[in-house]
Nanobody, 127 residues
């Protein structure tokens, strides 16, 4: 059983930075495609960024391009999301997700493209 645990959320002023981390524990012998989603109050879960298991290529939701960077940590199946120039609209619960196997990018942008989820970490951006 693989579990995902997020950390690093918090309160930050608009324009500031935060770094989220996600670590997989349990039977993690294989490398996973890992992603971040977020969910603001009253809204659906939205794709933020992902990093592929085969070549570590990355892709992002348009509104975070140039501001957020997803990267793998030194430990296997850990991933970070470095967030800069945070905006009020970035306020949400951020969820880490993971999955294995070849999938087209459009599917990896959907929550249904992932079988493993963390509990989420709150990010609040204040004015």
């Amino acid at each position: 059983q693989v579990q995902l645990v997020e950390s690093g959320g918090g309160l930050v002023q608009a324009g500031g930075s935060l770094r989220l981390s996600c670590a997989a524990s349990g039977r993690t012998n294989h490398k996973y495609t890992m992603a971040w989603f977020r969910q603001a109050p009253g809204k659906g879960r939205e794709f933020v960024a992902a990093i592929n298991e085969d070549d570590d290529s990355t892709f992002y939701e348009d509104s975070v391009k140039g501001r957020f960077t997803i990267s793998r940590g030194s430990a296997k199946n850990t991933v970070h999301l470095q967030m800069h120039v945070l905006k009020l609209d970035d306020t949400a619960i951020y969820y880490c997700a993971a999955d294995r196997g070849a999938r087209v990018e459009w599917l990896r942008r959907l929550p249904s493209g992932y079988g493993l989820w963390g509990q989420g970490t709150q990010v609040t951006v204040s004015s």
